[in-house]
């Protein structure tokens, strides 16, 4: 399994709390990375922590911070056009 831990300023509050099929929108960066290691390590399973300094934001509670983890588990088919995004990105940029 890929781990992931990331300390963000970003809100938690569109995170999911109960099983879901994905992350917001706003984390799909975190998806994309962890996608990457998972199709090089030839593993569908990874594990995101996160450490939302200031929480949800809420306003009675600013500088509650919240440490949340989710467990993902990707298709191969994710982890192959994942793959292939970034490699044709890279090589949009002369990268490779």
Not at 14 to 29: H, Q, R, V
Not at 47 to 53: D, E, H, M, P, Y
Not at 64 to 72: E, G, Q, T
Request: glycine share 6%; charged share 25%.
């Amino acid at each position: 399994r890929v781990g992931e831990i990331k300390l963000t300023w970003m809100s938690s509050r569109e995170m999911p709390t109960e099983p879901a099929n994905g992350l917001p929108p706003k984390f799909s960066k975190y998806a994309t990375q962890m996608m990457a290691y998972c199709r090089c390590l030839e593993t569908p399973d990874a594990r995101l922590i996160g450490f939302f300094v200031n929480g949800g934001y809420e306003k009675h509670k600013m500088g509650n911070p919240k440490l949340l983890a989710w467990d993902l588990l990707f298709t191969k088919r994710e982890l192959d056009e994942n793959w292939s995004m970034l490699m044709n990105h890279a090589r949009s940029k002369r990268m490779l």
